[in-house]
């Protein structure tokens, strides 16, 4: 008998749930995140979740991880100095970037351009020379590669880059710069620009390249950091960690390539979205993951979620696969304020965290949050995590009065002003990857989920069309629970730029399939059984003369069968619904990908036991909670004692161990066979 902990690293809590897999049983807890070191927080709980299922650490044979080390080391600006080489007249290439200012009119007067993460300084140009077909036209010089690499090391990079001219066609000259920087700076990293990203584009393909090797000695000394823990509790499983892109890599491959983990965090939430809705029968889904911190959302079309090819934390926009999710500063503890200028309520993206935390949480905090406005308005019941916490309202609501006071209203006006300010800020979110990238918000359903999701989703769902408002089961630990179910994953990538006059379907597939073989390999050495590894292939596919591709899926059979013609036509059909015109230029092939899945973890969902659609016997108590501009009565009741079929009217709150669910007015909620709760208008 085997058990999966799924663990994810939040800003203010630490989730874990632990299966089992052969009878579907769950344990879940959440502790206080740790964030001077998150692997005290996991060792914490990973502990008192074993003692709840009553097994040891050393009966977990597989721990998933998802992780904000390697997001958090860039937005601080906490990543390791980098030395960069570079081909000779190529020096400048971090600084040159694409000339491109963000922000509105004349952003460029106000802009403070970022520092690149290689900067001037430790950035030096070698001799020698690859063609844009990838032949040799000056060979590498060994004296002159060892003199620059030993002024990098005087200057005291932690972490080296080697990213030359076309290398992505031939990594002859890169591997002997490795070579060579293998002997003179033995102890430095090394990420090699034909490895991390081996398409064309000079600037992105560099620019991913550092920023891999900058995170990589901070995510590697917390990877070995935290497995040495786990190996003193006897916890010897494998150890994998949750890429970018929703799948899994192997804790070693993690610290080789961290640049797939910079929104390893979000992908937790989207991969348990996908479990929840092939149980519940949802095909399209729009996320809302509200934590602490911030609130995370994502577009789920027909059972897969959307994935880019670029992964934006900050400032920073890498060439990275990554699910399409976008994140705004609006979580439980984002603080309400009323600016001197402005006198005008404005919420976050500033946040309590977990330290000290929400004033309602009394551990020392002072400015008003979203929590706060939350316990205020009687939408969050003083007891949480199942009574193990205790909520102060009378602080919260000294904390709210301040708001009020600045405003010249009403306590509870202030605190319901904070609520619609952010949940203002996450319809603007959702209208990003929906209603921006051609989708139909009405065609969806709305899935709320993180600590306080399920408080926020009805409302949202209401300002978005969005229906059922779908609250799942445990979903302050869903992020947990992707980890848990998700798969492993790895891909590689290959830059053909042609267009299809000079190219055929036969060359496409022999390149595919050849790019199958080493994707399917690279799982194979993580463990996975050949038997068990499925594969896809995706295209980049751009007009000739465009500045930017649009990548889509691509089935062998159908390359077979209908040539590259069957490719355009749904290349011009999803142009056309990007962007509403097509253009008679030739098409141009730019990338191929190839992805490798390891086995599918089918997870059992448990039903629940059939109800009659009375919900009274899971009735706790009356209760007054203040919507539509005064006192409500409402009903509290307990998650774990409803039955499939129950309706619960609105207003009504639903609480459980890790989240509260909150059921508006007109509204109602139905319970589904497996427990998730369907709220839609009455």
Known sequence: MGFR????????????????????????????????????????????????????????????????????????GKGARVGLVTTEGYRQIMQIARSFVPGGLAGWIVWPKPQPMARLEDTVEIKGRMDAQGREVRPVDDADIRAQLERLKAQGVEALT??????????????????????????????????????????????????????????????????????????????????????????????????????SGPAGGVTGALWVARNAGLNNILTLDVGGTSTDVALIENGEPRRVRTTEVGHLSVRASSLDVKTVGAGGGSIAYVPELTRALRVGPQSAGAAPGPVAYGKGGVEPTVTDANVVLGYLPENLLGGTFKLDREGAKRAVQTIADKLGIGLMEAARGIIDIVNENMFGALRMISV??????????????????????????????SYPAVSPVSPGVLCALGDATTRMRTETARSLSKRTSDTSADELIALLRDMETQVRAELMADGVAEAEIETSFEVDIRYS??????????????????????????????????????????????????????????????????????????????????????????????????????????????????????????????????????????
């Not at 344990?27 to 001077?36: F, M, V, Y």
């Not at 490895?195 to 584009?201: I, N």
């Not at 994998?240 to 961290?258: A, N, Y």
């Open 545 to 682: 003369g465009q500045a930017f591709e649009v990548p889509m899926s691509l089935a062998l059979a159908d390359l077979e069968q209908g040539g590259l013609k069957a490719l355009t036509t749904r290349f011009d059909h999803e142009h056309h619904r990007l962007f509403t015109f097509n253009m008679d230029a030739e098409h141009e092939v730019v990338n191929l990908r190839a992805v490798a899945l390891g086995r599918s973890l089918e997870l059992p969902s448990q039903p629940l036991p059939e109800g009659d659609g009375d919900p009274s016997a899971a009735k706790l108590r009356d209760h007054e909670l203040w919507m539509d501009g005064g006192p409500q009565a409402a009903v509290i009741y307990d998650r774990a004692r409803l039955l499939a079929g129950d309706v619960i009217p609105g207003p009504a709150i639903v609480i459980e161990m890790d989240s509260t669910t909150l059921i508006e007015t007109r509204h109602r909620g139905v319970v589904d066979a497996v427990g998730n709760i369907l709220i839609t208008p009455v």
């Open 162 to 263: 080697i990213s030359l001219i076309n290398a992505y066609l031939n990594g002859d000259h890169e591997r002997r710069v490795a070579a060579i920087a293998a002997e003179v700076m033995p102890d430095v990293p090394l990420s090699l620009s034909h490895v991390v990203l081996p398409e064309m584009q000079e600037y992105e393909r560099t620019l991913t390249t550092v920023a891999n090797a900058a995170v990589r000695p901070i995510v590697g000394r917390y990877v070995r950091n935290l497995r040495e823990r786990l190996t003193k509790v006897e916890m010897t499983g494998q150890l994998s960690l949750l890429r970018s892109d929703g799948g899994l890599m192997s804790s070693q491959k993690s610290e080789e390539h961290p640049v797939a983990l910079l929104m």
């Open 5 to 76: 902990l799924g663990v994810d690293v939040g800003g203010t809590f630490t989730d874990l749930l632990l299966f089992n897999d052969a009878t579907g049983a769950f344990w879940r807890h959440k502790t206080p995140s740790t964030p001077h070191d998150s692997s005290e927080g996991i060792l914490d709980g990973v502990n008192v979740i074993c003692g709840q299922a009553g097994v040891t650490p050393k009966d977990v044979s597989v721990f998933l991880h998802g992780t904000t080390v390697a997001t958090n080391a860039v937005l601080e």
């Open 436 to 465: 921006q990238q051609g989708y139909d918000p009405r065609e969806f359903a709305l899935m709320g989920f993180g600590g306080a999701g399920p408080l926020h989703v009805n409302a949202v769902a209401r300002l978005m069309g």
